[in-house]
């Protein structure tokens, strides 16, 4: 009734005025009646017109886009007026927050390094996040309520997504074909599913690696293990002249040698891989480090090749871990002397580049190695000549160490090798890590230096 009342007291107001006037203006003509009805008419139609008006304005309002404000009247329709547009204004406040959310919840899966989409009852694609997309080789926009069967073919997600039983992933291609996915689906609300996808390509691929390396340590051990059980029963059950026990014996230890070999490389890459890089404010002398292997390298020969190695100042250092570097050293230098026949050379050399990097390197004129293998032999167990490599006591693990300290000190290992003509292995170490270290000047020298010059300014 709240909206009657003060349209009565306007209508009787603007009847009564208007009667008044009426009656005023009517009664010099003698027809104060009529006039005082004519003009109490017109009076109320007047109000009841003004008030259609502002209905109308506000009706014309509200069929709009509502950007402006309500009309700012006086009275019922103003109230009106006032009410909705704030009731308006307070629902899109409601929905700019409801997006905005929306908007960052959206962004988060978006920033999530697993793919996600999301499928309708109909398994139509309602939305996918950018790695989903690239997972699945779709386009987010163009392939919305597109069927997700209809673009994503792999037999297995089709019949997994149709089976309607999700306790587990599902490995499959990816539809590139260069990638292994592992797709989980979920059910939620009226049908719809939540498919997550992962990319475990290298998981894939480190699992395999440590499978083979599990068989081909398994391996390496298996054979040496085999022989010398074989030569225990020998010597147990057969009498062997005094001669034979040397020579099983001997061939006992060559065996047992090997395994330790393989087991000090495996300790080392191990070693490698689970301590931190080496600090750059270690330093160690090159010059030190090439007398150690050129040693090394000589009892190893045993006089059968010419081994030449650089002299170098001790002056010369390289930072890092100096029992990393003198191990990767020391496996270029071993190979050098074991694939190298007897009256071969061999040169072990250091030069600081223009650049400031410096640069080890050992020469041989061995067997050399197949342009096909080059890119191989750093990888564990690759062998290009296994036969050569047992006899002489290698174990397939030597440039793989060498690539490990290499690659820990920032360095490059480059492998140049022609076959029958022999091989050059270096390692380049950056500018950042080598130094020429200048000698601390003698404190004596100094003095007689500074008493000369006193000596030849007062002449
Ligand atoms: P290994 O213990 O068998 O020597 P490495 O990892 O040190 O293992 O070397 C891998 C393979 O590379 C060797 O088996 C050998 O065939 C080849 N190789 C390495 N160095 C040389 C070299 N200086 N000359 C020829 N072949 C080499």
């Known amino acids: 009734m709240a909206w009657l009342l003060p349209r009565l007291i306007a209508g009787l107001v603007a009847l009564l005025v208007g009667g008044a006037l009426g009656y005023l203006i009517g009664s010099p003509v003698h ?81 999530s390094p697993n793919g996600v989409m999301l499928l309708d009852a109909n398994e139509q694609i309602e939305w996918c996040n950018s ?12 392939d919305r309520l597109q069927r997700v069967t209809n673009l994503v073919r792999a037999p297995s997600f089709v019949s997994h997504l149709q089976s309607q039983r999700y306790d587990d992933a599902v490995v499959f291609r990816g539809p590139r074909g260069d990638a292994t996915l592992s797709v989980l689906v979920r059910a939620y609300g009226d049908g719809q599913r939540l498919v997550l996808s992962q990319d475990i390509t290298e998981r894939e691929r480190a699992d395999a690696m440590r499978r083979d390396f599990v068989a081909n340590v398994s391996h390496e051990i298996r054979t040496p293990l085999t022989v010398v059980a074989g030569f225990i029963e020998t010597l147990s059950n057969l009498p062997l002249t005094d001669v034979e026990r040397k020579r099983v014996l001997s061939l006992m230890s060559q065996q047992t040698q090997r395994m330790q070999n393989l087991v000090a490389d495996l300790l080392t890459l191990a070693q490698l891989e689970g301590s931190p890089r080496p600090t750059v404010d270690r330093w160690v002398s090159v010059g030190r480090m090439l007398a150690h292997v050129s040693g090394d390298a000589r009892s190893l020969s045993q006089g059968r090749h010419e081994i030449v190695a650089a002299t170098v100042d001790d002056a010369v250092q390289i930072a890092g871990a100096e029992s990393e570097l003198l191990s990767a050293l020391a496996n270029l230098v071993n190979n050098a002397v074991r694939y190298t026949p007897d009256g071969g050379r061999i040169e072990i050399g250091w030069r600081l580049c223009p650049d400031g990097s410096g640069e080890f390197s050992v020469r041989d004129t061995g067997m050399g190695i197949a342009r096909e293998h080059l890119p191989r032999l750093t990888e ?38 022609e076959p029958g003509k022999g091989s050059t292995f270096r390692i380049v170490f950056p500018a950042a890590r080598v130094r020429f270290l200048e000698p601390a000047p003698d404190p004596r020298r100094q003095l007689e230096a500074t008493s000369a010059e006193a000596a030849a300014d007062t002449r």
């Open 131 to 142: 790695v989903a997309a690239d997972h699945f080789g779709l386009d987010p926009q163009r």
């Open 31 to 111: 027809a104060p009646v009529l006039s005082m009805l004519l003009g109490g008419g017109c009076a109320v139609g007047v109000v009841a017109a003004l008030d259609t008006l502002r209905g109308v304005r506000l009706i014309a309002w509200l069929r709009g886009p509502q950007d402006e404000s309500a009309p700012r009247d006086a009275g019922f329709w103003g109230e009106i007026g006032y009410r909705v547009e704030r009731a308006i204004r307070l629902r899109e406040q409601g929905a700019a927050h409801e997006k905005t959310r929306l908007a960052q919840f959206l962004a988060a899966i978006e920033a």
């Open 380 to 417: 564990r167990f690759y062998r290009v000549d296994g036969s050569r490599s047992r006899e002489t006591g290698g174990t397939g693990l030597g440039l793989s160490i060498v690539k490990h300290v290499v690659q820990r000190h920032g360095a490059v290992l480059d492998i140049a090798s």
